[in-house]
T-cell receptor, first 114, second 116 residues
Framework: EPEVTQTPSHQVTQMGQEVILRCVPISNHLYFYWYRQILGQKVEFLVSFYNNEISEKSEIFDDQFSVERPDGSNFTLKIRSTKLEDSAMYFC????????????FGDGTRLSIL | AQSVAQPEDQVNVAEGNPLTVKCTYSVSGNPYLFWYVQYPNRGLQFLLKYITGDNLVKGSYGFEAEFNKSQTSFHLKKPSALVSDSALYFCAVRDIWGDSNYQLIWGAGTKLIIKP
């Protein structure tokens, strides 16, 4: 079964540095999402992306965050100037549509800000 | 406002017994409902969904859930629990034809522990 793949699995970064998290979506999926989860707790929506633009974003997704699909395959989340509170698991998810089909999740990137 | 409640942080069940993980929702339109499971150090994995039709839906690993419109609930059930079912379970709802966007609204998660 096709999978969403995320790299790296673990990223350790100094506070204030930029990080880029990468995701390879399932090939026939058109909708892409980023979520974060702190310490195995609640899943927090960050952003959804369709047709090369942001569809929806949450309050968490402020100016330090950005997403893009630079080469037509990878889907990236950039955090410009990381803060300690950005430490979390970041999950990419993709789906075939935005209503009826489930979202398929990658195994996440654990981001640790020092 | 749309919301999902999973009233139990943790559910403990003996292996072989039936299990129920509760979920209630509040939406202004019609709900599309989903259950996901998360094993340690893994992403969320889709279990089942209710879109329309039969209120009882069956999913992966022997799980099922019943949509109850009058009680606005979508409880996850399994007739006989396995130790391997121990994981974190998330309920999510999408509010169709309501005031919301297409975003999934997530419950806080319920930790299911199956004891041998």
């Amino acid at each position: 079964e096709p999978e969403v793949t995320q790299t790296p699995s673990h990223q350790v970064t100094q506070m204030g540095q930029e990080v880029i998290l990468r995701c390879v979506p399932i090939s026939n999926h058109l909708y892409f999402y980023w979520y974060r989860q702190i310490l195995g707790q609640k899943v927090e929506f960050l952003v959804s992306f369709y047709n090369n633009e942001i569809s929806e974003k949450s309050e968490i997704f402020d100016d330090q965050f950005s997403v893009e699909r630079p080469d037509g395959s990878n889907f990236t989340l950039k955090i410009r100037s990381t803060k300690l509170e950005d430490s979390a698991m970041y999950f990419c998810a993709t789906s075939r549509d935005r209503e009826r089909q489930p979202q398929h999740f990658g195994d996440g990137t654990r981001l640790s800000i020092l | 406002a749309q919301s999902v409640a999973q009233p139990e942080d943790q559910v403990n069940v003996a292996e072989g017994n039936p299990l129920t993980v509760k979920c209630t929702y509040s939406v202004s339109g019609n709900p599309y409902l989903f259950w996901y499971v998360q094993y340690p150090n893994r992403g969320l994995q889709f279990l089942l969904k209710y879109i329309t039709g039969d209120n009882l839906v069956k999913g992966s690993y022997g799980f099922e859930a019943e949509f109850n419109k009058s009680q606005t609930s979508f409880h996850l059930k399994k007739p006989s629990a396995l130790v391997s079912d121990s994981a974190l379970y998330f309920c999510a709802v999408r509010d169709i034809w309501g005031d919301s966007n297409y975003q999934l609204i997530w419950g806080a998660g319920t930790k299911l522990i199956i004891k041998p």
